[in-house]
């Protein structure tokens, strides 16, 4: 009896030290990690810093820092990841210097999963010398127009070097920055932010001077370049060399929606994320000039509208400028709205997410606007109450030149509402109808 307790308290002590050795270990630093999903691998970066309460892992578009864990823990040698805004966790087991485990994710789309793997960084050295030039913007004809209309889309590409990051603008934003280094003759590039995982294969044909592009894994099999066709290859094809062949140009983001009467007054009346209800008609937004956003905490592009928007409500809102997210969550989300206070926490967001229902109700509670069919759309509303202005979807930073114009465009509104002279309480009240 005394052999086995001094072996067991000797088998104890021996676990106890793996423990804490585990937990000793240091995670920080940069990683290379891939989604796996059956037979692809979707490679992105991984950043872990911190330890203890301190911990967090930081996720990139392209090159740059995009998003952060909202919790993030490494015990008993098991890593996990929450990206909470997201829905998004990732936990993995940490062992012979690698990190193996799985990734979950719910959304709009449902529930998806994926293999997990991370070893530590290590830089190239064999970078080539001899690669095509192909930054700037190239348009890809679609072989039948999505559900959203569009005939033509975007593909955008920064270079630098061998490397470039790349991203399909559609009319509803992008889908996010694909990295990757020439080799072989092509580009792999790929992509995952804490949402969208994507694949791409990119070759340079130099004798008409065209881009292929084949689609590859991830959530959205066809990264969303054709959302009713098959994966595939696609052509993409210089803006000026696309007209000289008659294919037809992208969609107007400034166009795509419109609204049934630009004399009626843009009304709204939704509870906020903590039940109140709030109205167009109540005094922080009449007289105002207010950005109506529908959006969805579900939808990659309207997380990097609400970054941008949060940087123009401290800018402009003390100069009469307000800002008011009509938000559509899945029916599965509506009753705890677990992800729409984490995506307001982490984003730091001072203006009200009013609860407007489910993404199939957009049409029944928006009912002013016409083709509104994008995740996001920004209606700009005067002090007198009336939608000036429409922009569909939204072009991130992965969008390049497309994000400056955006930029402008926003502010160039703004500005110009707010300096309209503010209508009085009376001439309100008769346009509201009251």
């Not at 992008?174 to 092509?186: A, I, L, N, P």
């Not at 995952?192 to 008409?208: I, W």
């Not at 729409?340 to 199939?360: E, N, S, T």
Request: aromatic content about 10%; proline content about 6%.
């Amino acid at each position: 009896m005394t052999t086995l307790i001094r072996n067991g308290a000797a088998l104890a002590g021996c676990l106890l030290a793996t423990t804490l050795a585990a937990n000793a270990q240091s995670l920080e630093g940069r990683w290379d990690a891939k989604l796996i999903q059956k037979s692809a691998a979707i490679p992105f970066r991984l950043d872990i810093s911190g330890q203890g309460a301190n911990l967090k892992a930081t996720f990139y578009d392209g090159w740059k820092v995009n998003e952060t864990t909202t919790a993030a823990k490494f015990e008993n040698g098991v890593l996990t990841l929450d990206l909470g805004h997201y829905l998004t966790q990732i936990t993995a087991t940490y062992k012979d210097g690698k990190l193996t485990g799985s990734l979950g994710s719910t959304s709009r789309q449902g529930t998806a999963s994926y293999g997990f793997e991370a070893k530590p960084y290590v830089a190239p050295t064999d970078l080539p010398t001899s690669y095509p030039k192909i930054a700037g913007t190239w348009e890809i004809p679609l072989t039948k127009p999505t559900a959203k209309g569009e005939k033509t889309q975007r593909f955008v590409v920064q270079q630098d070097g061998p490397s470039i990051a790349a991203t399909t603008l559609r009319v509803d934003g992008d889908t996010g920055s694909h990295v990757g280094t020439y080799k072989d003759g092509k580009w792999v590039i790929s992509h995952f932010d804490g949402s969208r995982p994507g694949l791409l294969e990119v070759k340079y044909n130099d004798k008409d001077g065209t881009l292929e592009i084949t689609q590859g894994g991830g959530r959205r099999p066809a990264a969303a370049l054709n959302e009713d066709a098959a994966p595939g290859k696609l052509v993409a094809y210089r803006p000026e060399v696309a007209r000289s062949k008659g294919f037809p140009e992208p969609e107007n983001y400034q166009t795509h929606t419109t609204v049934r009467d630009p004399k009626e007054v843009f009304a709204f009346s939704f509870p906020d994320a903590n039940g109140k209800l709030r109205s167009n008609t109540d005094p922080e937004f009449a007289g105002k000039v207010v950005l109506a956003i529908v959006t969805g905490t579900w939808c990659p592009n309207c997380h990097d509208e609400a970054q941008y928007l949060v940087e123009l409500y401290k800018k402009y809102h003390d100069k009469g400028l307000e800002i008011v997210a009509l938000d559509f969550e899945e029916p599965e989300q509506l009753g705890n709205l677990e992800r729409v206070h984490a995506f307001v926490k982490q984003y730091v967001v001072p203006y009200p997410y009013l609860i407007a229902g489910a993404p199939v109700e957009m049409w029944e509670k928006v009912p002013q606007a016409i083709n509104l069919n994008t995740w996001p759309a920004t209606l700009f509303v005067g002090r007198d109450g009336l939608v000036k202005a429409t922009h569909s979807g939204f072009a991130s930073p992965a969008a390049g030149d497309f994000n400056d114009q955006l930029k402008k465009e926003f502010t160039s509104n703004i500005e110009k509402l707010l300096a309209e002279k503010p209508a009085s309480t009376g001439q309100l009240q008769v346009k509201a109808g009251l």
